[in-house]
């Protein structure tokens, strides 16, 4: 199964010039390849390549920008909400299977951390900054 993406976004001018925009996100879920490694310490593929996924993930940013003129300079003030669902999904797996294989065997030594998240999307960030145009 391939993962698939979607992502929607809008810009709005509002009245007063202020602008808002708004991402929202979501993935069918990135894909992995579970690995085992041999006594001797190579890496080999235990499963298909890319076979399986970590899940599905989504999110949502939105940002509001103000500008304004002070004494001829043009300013403007946003704020940006990152992750305004606050998911923290998993995005990555850690894939060793086992942490000692003897092919001759086929006997497997289980990795306990196998299939245990290793990285999660980023909390929910919120950033307020201004620019000047010119």
């Known amino acids: 199964m391939d993962p698939a993406g979607y992502e929607v976004a809008r810009l709005h001018n509002l009245p007063f010039k202020t602008i808002v925009g708004l991402s929202l996100y979501w993935n069918t879920g990135n894909l992995y390849t579970p ?16 076979s399986k996924t970590v899940g599905k993930v ?3 940013d939105i940002h509001v920008e103000q500008p304004f003129t002070i004494k001829g300079v043009k300013l403007a003030a ?6 305004m669902l606050n998911n923290q999904f998993r995005t990555v797996r850690y894939t060793r ?3 000692i294989y003897t092919p001759s065997t086929g006997a497997c030594t289980p990795d306990s951390a196998f299939k245990r998240p290793t990285a999660r999307q980023a909390p929910r960030r919120f950033q307020i900054g201004f620019k000047i145009e010119y």
Do not use: I, M
């Open 78 to 83: 946003y704020v940006d909400l990152f992750n």
């Open 97 to 99: 299977q086992c942490s």
């Open 58 to 60: 989504w999110e949502g």
């Open 35 to 50: 690995y085992g490694t041999t006594p001797d310490g190579y890496s080999y593929p235990w499963a298909k390549r890319g």
